[in-house]
C-alpha cells in the first residue's frame, strides 16, 4: 500500500492558524457548598517583600531571563483550605509553600490586563476523547522552565528556583525550591531526581530507549546525559558536547512537564524492586493483575500526558489541581494545598477551588455544551468554522475570543522510509515533495478553514503554481496517466497516496479534503 501519513517524516508545514478560546461567565452548574467565583481575598502586604535569589554563574542564569520578581513576605490561602488549617488537617499555609515560592508572571499586555484575582469557584471543561481533556492539561502542566512561546525565548525558572549555564554550553547546574513539596505533603529533593535518573531512565526494562533529547546534541547516537547530584535541592546535568538547546527541549519542546527527569519517589520504590522485597511486589503484581514489576510500575507512573487517568487519584503532584475523583465520564479536579505558587500579593494558587471536565462522545456535542454555556473554557475542543455558531450564542453567558497566533496542527509528513520501493522512489525524489508544496494553495486554506485569522508558514517558502508542479512531476517521469488522469508510477500503475488522519482538532478533516482537492488537480 502507497501511503501518506501523518506524522513520520517532514515534507511542510502549512499554515498558522489562531487559537480559538471559550469562557464562560453566566449560568453555573456549580454543587452547592461550593465557594462563589466573586468573593474575595485579603489581599497580603505588597510591600512587604524580599528579592527572589538567584545563582551566580559564568555563562547564562535565570536571572539574565527574566524580570526581578519580589516575593511577598506575607502569604493568603484559599478559605476551603484555611478551614482545613483550622480544623487541623494541614499545616499553615507558609509551612506548605517553599522558601522562595514561584511569583506568577504578569499577562501579555496584548493579551489580558493583569489583576489581582478572586479564590472559589468551579472552572468547567469539555472533551471528546477519553482519558484526555487538552484543556485540563495546558491549564495544569508544569515545565521546569518556563518559556512563553515555542522557539525558548524569555527562559523563567518555574518547578525549578534557578538554574545555571556554563560557557560552553555543556554543563547545567539546576536550584530546586527548598521547602518544595508534592502535593501529599512530602518534600521534593534531588532524591526524586537521582531516582528518575538512576533507576527509571537508566534501568533498561522500564526505559529500554533512552531519550534523544537527554542525549548530547539531541542525537539518537548522542552520549546519554551525566547526572550529579550536589546537595538536596542542586543538581547539574553535564554532555559530552555543547547542547545549546536543551533550556528549550525542558521548557517547550513536546510540551513537557516535570515528569520526565522529577518523579515522587517516595510513592514510586514501593512498585520497583530495588526498594521493594520480592514478595511484597508480587502480592502487588496479582493484585493490580499483571505479569511483571515493569508493567506494574508504567500503571502507577503517572506522567504529565495521563492527568485524567484514573489511576492519577492519589498520585504526589506537583500541578495546581489534582484528580480526586471520575464518575460516569465527570473528572474532578480539586486544589493542590502545596502548590507553590503565589501571586504578586501573595495569595497561594490556584483562585479556582475545582475544575470539573465532562466527557462527551463527540467534538459535535462537545460544541453543543459551549453554545448552551455549560462550559466556562474551551480551547482545543473548539473549531474556526463554528465562529458564527459561537458569536450567535454568546448570550448564553460566555464570550469567545481570539488568542494569539499558534502554529496548527495540521502539518503534512511523508513516510520516506516505506517498505513499497515504487513509493520510496516516488517520495524520496525531491522534485515530487516540491510539486505536492506547489499544488497547495495555502490562501484558500486560510480563507475557507480559517477565515483569514492565518498566516502562512514561512519555514518553507512556496507559492501555489499548480503548472510549475506538472512540470516536476512530468519532469520525474511521472507523466503518463490512466483513463480517469490519474498519473502512473514506475511500475505502470495508478500512484496513490493514502492519508492517516486521527482527528484530534476539528480543522483536520476539512484541512485534509482541501490537499486532497489540491493533488487531485494535478493527478
Sequence with gaps: MRRLTLPIALLLVLALSLSVVLTGCGKSSTPSGEQPMEQETEPAPEEKAEEETKGETEGETGEEEQQEQQIPTEFSEAPMLAEKVKAGELPAVEERLPKQPKVTNEMPPELLEYEIGRY????????????????????????????????????????????????????????????????DGHPVTTEDIRFTYEDVLLNEELT????????????????????????????????????????????????????????????????????????????????????????????????????????????????????????????????????????????????????????????????????????????????????????????????????????TPTDIFLNLTYEDPVWRQVVRDVRFRQALNYAIDKEEIIDSIYYGFAEASQMIPSEYDPDKANQLLDEMGLDKRDAQGFRLGPDGKRFTINFEIQNVAPDIVPFTELIVEFWLNVG
Design 208 to 407: 529500554p530507549v533512552f531519550p534523544n533529547y537527554l542525549k548530547s546534541g539531541n542525537k539518537a547516537d548522542g552520549t546519554p546525559m551525566k547526572l550529579d547530584i550536589i546537595d538536596d535541592y542542586t543538581f547539574k546535568i553535564s554532555f559530552d558536547e555543547p547542547y545549546g538547546g536543551f533550556l528549550v527541549e525542558l521548557a517547550i519542546q513536546g510540551w513537557r512537564g516535570y515528569t520526565d527527569l522529577l518523579k515522587p519517589k517516595h510513592y514510586l520504590q514501593q512498585f520497583h524492586p530495588k526498594y521493594t522485597p520480592e514478595e511484597e511486589l508480587k502480592k502487588l503484581i496479582e493484585e493490580h493483575e499483571y505479569e511483571t514489576w515493569v508493567q506494574l510500575f508504567g500503571f502507577k507512573d503517572i506522567t504529565n500526558w495521563e492527568l485524567t487517568r484514573e489511576e492519577a487519584i492519589g498520585f504526589p503532584v506537583l500541578y495546581p489541581w489534582m484528580l480526586v475523583s471520575v464518575q460516569e465520564g465527570v473528572y474532578t479536579f480539586e486544589r493542590n494545598p502545596y502548590y507553590f505558587k503565589v501571586d504578586p500579593a501573595g495569595n497561594q494558587l490556584p483562585y479556582i477551588d475545582k475544575i470539573v471536565s465532562t466527557q462527551v462522545q463527540d467534538a459535535e456535542m462537545a460544541v453543543m455544551k459551549q453554545i448552551a454555556g455549560e462550559v466556562d473554557f474551551a480551547r482545543e475542543t473548539m473549531a474556526m468554522t463554528k465562529i458564527p455558531l459561537y458569536k450567535e450564542n454568546e448570550k448564553n453567558g460566555y464570550t469567545t475570543y481570539m488568542a494569539k497566533m499558534h502554529v
Design 120 to 183: 472559589g469557584g468551579v472552572l468547567r471543561t469539555v472533551t471528546h476523547s477519553v482519558n484526555w481533556d487538552a484543556d485540563v492539561f495546558v491549564i495544569c502542566n508544569e515545565p521546569l522552565i518556563n518559556t512563553p512561546g515555542i522557539l525558548g525565548e524569555e527562559f523563567t525558572p518555574n518547578v525549578l528556583r534557578d538554574y545555571e549555564v556554563s560557557q560552553d554550553q555543556k554543563e547545567f547546574t539546576f536550584y530546586l525550591r527548598e521547602g518544595l513539596k508534592w502535593s
